[in-house]
Structure formats: structure tokens, C-alpha cells
């Protein structure tokens, strides 16, 4: 078989593209390095042109640019034919893939999805974590996802496939009890009495954290450090006492907010203004279950960051 016409090999391709390197794309793909590089070689051959210059970040070939859009095209069709073919007559049944913020679909959506899965049981949402800013770019992890939820809007993009959720008004919170023991910090020289809790390898700095002094590293501010792997244990340190989080999503802490539970500090630095969407895959925008599963979750973010926004009007956090 020409491996030209292989599918799958295709698929590792645009995986080795996504991340920049064989041994980066060994643990997406399930693959050992060897044998992405002997598939990739061979999809070479079959095709007669180089895709990539072999080095660390990959270079693309001028043939491989337009090689990963081409890719990218083929791979769609094929699995917009496998879900058609599957839901022809059952439109309300079958896999939503879904690329959500981390935590996202756990701190927000859960308590509405449970009723909504009463509803349409035969809908089954497939969820993955997405990170990445606009151009949006719904092929990631080897599946094409039907919709992400991130940062917009995307200017590349039809807006007749992309909706405005909400704001996303970020700053550092700490609880009650840890302010009580350390006291409230007011300016940056006060941060040398205190512990910041960060994720691994995520470092304040200027762009996206703007600090009045211009300062592009304040981490050494502080007197100690914790990082965390998952944002759900950050928010979990921040709400027993041990320091305060480096800037969290408001609409994932109003509630802790509104009770007491965490303090805003919003003094302390602040963050560019960055505005959740969610946004459709055009292909699959036609299907009946994904226009079901778009209204539910407008209408239950809509819900959600109503209460936020009166809860930051209310806090004066605006």
C-alpha cells in the first residue's frame, strides 16, 4: 500500500506538525519515535517530495506547507463521512469532541450537563484539554474536534460559527485565613512576606500580566514558591490557606468569592482582557446534536457569567 493513501499516516503527520518534533509526537501518537520516523519517511517516498527538514523544531518543505493544510482538508472529509454515515438516520445520537480550557467542563458545565444527558442520553461529549489562542484550529491530538471553547474572537474566522460567552476577568485571590496570617498585601514590596502558587513553569510576566513597575519576572518577589500540575489542586491550596493563586479565572472562584471563602486582590498586577468564545466547526455545525449541544451550552454559560458579572459589580471588581 503507497502510504500516500494511508490515512493514519497522514494523521501522525499533522500530529509531528502540531508539536514540532518526532520525539515530542511519540506520546501523541502512541507510537516509539522510530516508528513515526520510518512512517514518515515512507509517506515521503510514496509521495516523491520531502515534507520537513529533519531538525529540532521541524522546518516544513515548501511542499510540506502546503502539504498540512491538504492534509488537513482530507482528514476532515473523512471523518465528517464516518459521522454522517453513523447518525444518517439517528441525528440525535452519537460523539460531540469538544476542546475545552482545562477544568473547564468540571468547574462550569457539570451540574447543567447532568440534566442535559437526562435528555439526549444517546449524545455522548468527548472532551480534551485546549490551550491554544486564535487562528483556531480544530484538528488537535490526531481527532477534529466539532467545537472549542478559548480566547476570540477569531478574525479568521466566520462569525456565523463563533459566539461571544463571556469576559474573562482575571486576578490573584488568596483566602481569608492565609490573609489573616500574613496579612494583606498592598505593593509589590509587600510579596517578600508571602507565598505564591503558580502552575509548573508558569512565571508572571509583563504582556500578559502587566505590573506597574515593568518588572518581567516578580516570582523572586516572593518569599516562596509552590507550583501545581493541575489547576483544579491550585484553586484547592488557594482555598486552604496556603498562599495566594497567581491569577485565576473569576468566573471559576465567584462562588468562593460570594461566600467569603477567597479574597480578590486585584491591586497586586493585573491581566489582559481576554474574552471567552465558543466556536463551530463549520462541518459539523450542520449536524442536529451539535446545534443542541451549542444551545445548551450558551444558555448555560449565559447563566453562569450573569452571576459572575453582578457578583464583580457587586465586589467592585470591574
Known amino acids: ?160 460559527f463563533q459566539y461571544r460567552l463571556g469576559e474573562c476577568l482575571r486576578m490573584p485571590v488568596a483566602s481569608p485565613a492565609y490573609l489573616e496570617k500574613y496579612g494583606t498585601p498592598k505593593k509589590l514590596s509587600d510579596l517578600k512576606n508571602h507565598i505564591l502558587l503558580d502552575r509548573d513553569n508558569a512565571l508572571i510576566y509583563t504582556g500578559d500580566y502587566f505590573v506597574d513597575t515593568g518588572e518581567h519576572d516578580i516570582v523572586l518577589r516572593f518569599a516562596k514558591k509552590i507550583s501545581f500540575s493541575s489547576p483544579t489542586s491550585l484553586k484547592e491550596a488557594a482555598l486552604l490557606g496556603g498562599g495566594i493563586h497567581h491569577g485565576i479565572p473569576v468566573i471559576y472562584c465567584y462562588k468562593e468569592l460570594e461566600r467569603g471563602e477567597l479574597v480578590a486582590l486585584p491591586g497586586l498586577w493585573k491581566f489582559q482582557p481576554l474574552d471567552y468564545y465558543l466556536f463551530i466547526r463549520k462541518e459539523s455545525a450542520e449536524l442536529q446534536r451539535v446545534q443542541v449541544f451549542k444551545q445548551f451550552l450558551l444558555d448555560s454559560l449565559k447563566e453562569e457569567f450573569q452571576l459572575c458579572g453582578e457578583l464583580c459589580e457587586k465586589l467592585g471588581l470591574k
Open 1 to 160: 500500500m503507497l502510504r500516500h493513501n494511508d490515512l493514519k499516516a497522514w494523521r501522525i503527520f499533522l500530529d509531528v506538525i502540531q508539536v514540532g518534533s518526532i520525539s515530542a509526537a511519540s506520546e501523541l501518537c502512541q507510537m516509539e519515535p522510530s516508528n513515526i520516523s520510518r512512517t514518515l519517511t515512507a509517506l515521503e517516498k510514496s509521495l516523491g517530495q520531502k515534507l520537513f527538514l529533519r531538525q529540532n523544531p521541524i522546518k516544513l518543505t515548501t511542499y510540506g506547507t502546503r502539504a498540512v493544510r491538504l492534509a488537513q482538508n482530507i482528514i476532515d472529509a473523512h471523518d465528517q463521512l464516518v459521522i454522517l454515515g453513523g447518525t444518517q438516520n439517528q441525528t440525535l445520537q452519537g460523539p460531540i469532541r469538544c476542546g475545552l480550557p482545562p477544568s473547564f467542563f468540571d468547574r462550569l458545565l457539570l451540574r447543567h450537563y447532568l440534566d442535559f444527558n437526562k435528555k439526549y442520553p444517546g449524545i455522548q461529549i468527548q472532551t480534551q484539554d485546549f490551550r491554544k489562542p486564535a487562528p483556531i484550529e480544530f484538528y488537535q491530538k490526531g481527532n477534529m474536534l466539532d467545537l472549542v471553547i478559548g480566547y476570540g474572537p477569531d478574525p479568521e474566522m466566520d462569525r456565523a
